[in-house]
């Protein structure tokens, strides 16, 4: 039975090599295009997005709270909806389709968003800074506004899971030219997307801060409305993978038939000779070594005399009966679970810089210098955010990984694992600066304050310049964390499930903006109590943000900690190529075990 097995799989592998079309990989050609529709895409979603808690705590009236969480939910809603898109694309739609619809609904919600600062009757009555206390919006005025969010959260699901994975499709993976392009693509895409978050942070958001929140909405829209013609315009040369059904339907069969299977014992034999082994012909999934991790899934696997083959070496019931293949492909999904929860405490940092920073910035005296007028919005700061990651990533990319190849022979120079280490140590760092920083804007605020913010507190005589040093920590931790997170999850995970892969990094996101809306709402709440006093009352000046951003440290440290151990743990997922596996060969156990960091 075992030869028959066997000559089955190569049969398979033959079939895939002969019959597999020949696919015309354009590369860095098709990159204009793609990059392209990805940059205006982040300047006209991050245009609206940058400066939408100062829209609804300006324009809309909101409390400082309320706008936090509002965008918290949002964000977190946004990024978890990429999962529900990538799910769609890799089963039913591909890509190429799903970026074209979702770019266009986004193009509405931007519109739908500007029509609100358009239109007096959209939004409520402005409120002067002589007044105390303002009108809030009315149910319609904000049911208008949520329509304009949800047909972002639509766009968000498809493009954000999807436009990385696209990218990557325009490579040969089996080429070292395609290997290094896929690598080199990871890179320069968040270079892009950085460049672009710095174009809106600035130039857009001055424009709504300084000019008028009609025109800055509208570019956005324009902006968006650009990115799809320029994707459109690349479609005669890209790769357009074809959805291969559902994804995962492959892995829940496996869970549901190892807990049916779970009292029976695994035999004695190496698993890739004793359990079912079948590849399916035109598999689009590398085949996957054996794995001696989460060994209770191998009894999805085992035969039994009610399970029946089919004549071409296919399980009859793939509820009754999974292939090890198919179990080595959850066991890459479950593997990669413990990195994700750590990268959702990671991303706490990021979440602060994008909220109680603005409030920060708006109490700090803005003015470049002294003499000046000049004022940087709020929101503009987090522009050093994304200075720090474009200027570090070029370098890092053509500088030092080269060098540190030269040392490890690593073809990252060092490993995805070590990479994300690297950026979660600094998110910590960037905390208890960011705490140090707001102990001493708050201290000068109450003894030299320099104006009072309207509706708010005093103005301190802080430089906004001082919190630049905890930007740049967060986007250096970004450029380690953010990128080795994305280009982990995408070669860790098995290829149809690559836009589910891109999804689960958006995810982690939204986990993360759920937590903070979390830790938000019990700190404001239980501290409001406290001897301390409200640590996140409407003015700064009088709470104590300085201890919430120690406490987030604090966890940033154990989150490490946590990484560290899961780092240990952890296998990556090799091909049965790269592990000169073969049917007649039993690797020890102990060498295939773990792996390190």
Not at 205 to 216: D, E, K, R
Not at 255 to 269: I, Y
Not at 327 to 338: D, F, G, N, Q, T
Not at 536 to 542: F, G, W
Request: charge should be positive.
């Amino acid at each position: 039975m075992m030869t028959m097995e066997k000559e089955s799989m190569e049969n398979n592998e033959k079939h895939v090599t002969e019959n597999d079309p020949k696919i015309n990989y354009r590369g860095w050609k098709a990159m204009p295009f793609i990059i392209g529709n990805e940059t205006f895409e982040k300047l006209g979603a991050i245009g609206t997005l940058a400066n939408l808690l100062v829209y609804l705590t300006t324009v809309f009236n909101l409390k400082n709270i309320t706008a936090t969480n509002i965008i918290n939910i949002f964000n977190g809603s946004t990024n978890f909806a990429t999962f529900i898109g990538a799910f769609l694309s890799d089963t039913y739609f591909g890509r190429y389709k799903t970026i074209g619809f979702c770019t266009f609904t986004s193009f509405l919600g931007l519109l739908l968003i500007q029509l609100t600062a358009v239109f007096k009757n959209l939004h409520p009555p402005h409120c002067g800074k002589e007044m105390k206390t303002c009108i809030g919006p009315t149910a319609g005025q904000m049911a208008f506004l949520v329509s304009g969010f949800g047909l972002l959260l639509i766009g968000a699901a498809g493009v954000r899971p999807c436009n990385l994975a696209f990218g990557a499709d325009q490579f040969n993976p089996n080429t070292d030219s395609g290997k290094k392009g896929i690598n080199s693509f990871f890179n320069w895409y968040f270079f892009t997307f950085t460049f672009a978050q710095m174009v809106s942070l600035t130039l857009i958001v001055y424009v709504q801060s300084n000019v008028s929140w009609a025109i800055g909405l509208g570019i956005p829209a324009a902006l968006m409305l650009i990115s799809c013609l320029v994707y459109f315009m690349g479609s005669k040369i890209y790769v357009k993978v074809k959805p291969s059904g559902s994804p995962i339907t492959g892995i829940v069969q496996v869970l549901v038939v190892a807990v049916k299977k779970r009292s029976l014992k695994l035999p004695a034999e190496h698993p890739m000779l004793s359990l079912f082994n079948y590849v399916p012909p035109m598999s689009v999934n590398s085949k996957l070594p054996y794995t001696f991790q989460f060994r209770l899934l191998d009894k999805a696997a085992i035969v039994t005399p009610k399970d029946k083959i089919k004549p071409d070496g296919s399980a009859a019931d793939p509820w009754n009966l999974c292939s090890i293949q198919q179990v080595e492909e959850a066991k890459c999904v479950v593997r990669v679970l413990p990195i994700w929860f750590a990268a959702i405490v990671y991303h706490l940092v990021i979440v602060q810089m994008h909220t109680l920073l603005v409030f920060q910035a708006l109490q700090s005296d803005r003015r470049l210098r002294r003499s000046s007028n000049f004022k940087i919005p709020g929101a503009s700061f987090n522009v050093f955010l994304m200075l720090s990651m474009t200027l570090w990533l070029p370098i890092y990319d053509r500088i030092v990984v080269p060098f540190l190849h030269r040392i490890t022979g690593k073809e990252g120079g060092i490993t995805l694992l070590q990479r994300m280490g690297i950026g979660i140590f600094l998110s910590a760092l960037c905390m208890l600066v960011a705490g140090v920083v707001e102990e001493h804007r708050r201290s000068l605020a109450l003894t030299n304050p320099i104006g009072v913010q309207p509706r708010k507190g005093a103005i301190s005589s802080m430089s906004g310049l001082w919190l630049i040093p905890q930007l740049a920590l967060a986007g250096l931790s970004e450029s380690f964390t953010a990128v080795g997170q994305v280009e982990f999850y995408y070669k860790q995970f098995p290829e149809n499930m690559r836009s589910i892969a891109g999804s689960l990094f958006y995810c982690g996101m939204a986990g993360s903006s759920y937590l903070s809306t979390l830790l938000i709402s019990i700190v404001h709440n239980t501290s409001e109590k406290s001897a301390t006093g409200n640590w996140l009352p409407e003015d700064l000046n009088k709470g104590r943000l300085d201890f919430f951003y120690y406490m987030i440290a604090a966890l940033e440290i154990m989150n490490l900690g946590y990484f560290l151990l899961c780092s240990k743990w952890y296998k990556y997922k090799e091909t049965a190529s790269s592990s000169n596996l073969e049917l007649n060969q039993v690797p020890k156990q102990s060498e295939t075990s773990t792996i390190g960091v």
